[in-house]
């Protein structure tokens, strides 16, 4: 009797002690992983956040860069992470694509979802003097001459590489009917636009923005389900007859197992973050588009992401 009595009072304080350990969250700092470079994009959203957190929650949120293997180094530490909300991670679109391209074995499955709160989708951008004048101009003319127009935007396998293939694959144009030009990214992608090394990229409206609205370049057309409101005259794939959009996300995720208590205290707290003007105007001032999904749908987003590019990285060729 006494040792019944006795576990049932210990097991009292532990459930007692959890429940005030959950209350309590965050009771020391936070790390937040960026997989990416300092800087950037998301290093500059990272950041943004974490402050917001801290005066949130009142204790130090931190970043810390883990970068390398295209994303697969960050997200990794991320997911092995002790699952306690001590540790967690600015996810990007790659939680989606890398283990099907063999950078990691993590993927999807190995995160609990928090919030998503930025979706960019791609734009079909052309020099001004570009001889289409509209989406469906330049298919028809690649259709028409494999391999004679050269692509970029980003690495081969990247974001804006399988968005292309992507569009390709809604029109039925084979991917190899044009030469993707790998870059480190946007700039560089831009830099060659500029330069006619190559005739068309595939990125976001936001990244050559002030091309677009200097007139060097124009913007064909962007795969998304409505227009940009900033770019209120460019039109999307879908609404010009392509059922296609696509396009790079983030969001905070942490390991799987994560307590749901921790869960719903960040998702409230990120949420509110989201609704504020400071947010709204960080977003806008970094050409940032908002997309806001809550922890079911972000996780069902994910999912649908996942099978997605799998696809689209095999029409690629890029995984069997």
């Known amino acids: 009797m006494m040792k019944r009595l006795l576990v049932l009072g210990l097991l009292g304080v532990f459930l007692l002690g959890s429940l005030v350990l959950f209350a309590a969250y965050p009771s020391k700092a936070v790390t937040v992983i960026c997989p990416w470079g300092a800087g950037g994009g998301t290093d500059r959203l990272a950041r943004f956040l974490a402050e917001q957190l801290q005066h949130e929650f009142g204790k130090p949120f931190v970043v810390v860069n883990r970068t390398g293997g295209g994303g697969a180094v960050g997200h990794a530490a991320g997911a092995y992470a002790r699952p306690d909300g001590y540790t967690l991670t600015l996810g990007t679109l790659e ?116 091309q677009v609205e200097s007139g060097q370049f124009k913007a064909l057309a962007i795969m998304a389900d409505k227009r940009d409101p900033r770019f209120p005259n460019v039109p999307t794939l879908k609404e010009l007859g392509i059922d296609w959009s696509a396009g790079t996300w983030r969001g905070i995720v942490a390991p799987k197992g994560t307590p749901k208590e921790v869960i719903n205290t960040l998702y409230k707290g990120c949420l509110k973050i989201a609704s504020s003007k400071a947010f709204k105007d960080f977003m806008n001032k970094n050409g940032f588009g908002i997309q806001i999904r809550g922890p079911e749908e972000f996780y069902n987003f994910a999912k649908e992401q996942n099978d997605t590019w799998e696809k689209i990285l095999k029409i690629g060729g890029y995984v069997k």
């Open 95 to 210: 939680i989606s694509t890398m283990h099907w391209m063999g950078l990691t074995r993590v993927g999807y499955k190995d995160f609990d979802y928090i919030i998503q709160l930025n979706q960019d989708p791609s734009a079909v951008i052309v020099r001004s003097d570009a001889p289409w004048h509209s989406i469906t101009e330049m298919l028809v003319d690649i259709a028409l001459h494999p391999r004679k127009y050269k692509f970029s935007g980003s690495g081969a396998g990247t974001i804006w590489d399988l968005a292309r293939i992507g569009m390709f694959h809604a029109v039925g144009i084979p991917p190899d009917y044009v030469i993707w030009v790998p870059t480190k990214g946007a700039a560089p992608s831009i830099v060659e636009l500029l330069g006619g090394h190559v005739d068309v990229i595939t990125c976001s409206l936001p990244e050559s923005a002030s």
